[in-house]
């Protein structure tokens, strides 16, 4: 099975992502023809459970690749100790 890639997101996602900028990080994949239904749902279950990627819009083309558009809440980022005591 072929590894999915990073792509440009179809015109119209880019308002869907514009209106939640602040509050999610997004990722667009593109998933190859040869990627079956079954294979794309599982590997895209793993991303959920593990990484806490949710699946916001599948796009199916001719050809049989798909475009998939993930996103997860930003997650704040945690105070930075310092290495050494101030003195």
Not at 28 to 38: A, I, K, M
Not at 58 to 72: M, N, Q
């Amino acid at each position: 099975m072929s590894m999915p890639s990073r792509g440009r997101m179809p015109a119209a996602w880019d308002k869907v992502v514009a209106e939640d900028a602040g509050e999610y990080e997004w990722i667009p994949l593109r998933l190859p023809p040869d990627v079956t239904r079954v294979s794309a749902s599982i590997r895209l279950s793993i991303e959920a459970e593990y990484r806490g990627w949710e699946l916001t819009r599948v796009r199916l083309y001719t050809d049989g690749s798909r475009r998939v558009l993930l996103r997860r809440k930003k997650r704040a980022e945690a105070p930075r100790i310092p290495d050494q005591p101030a003195q």
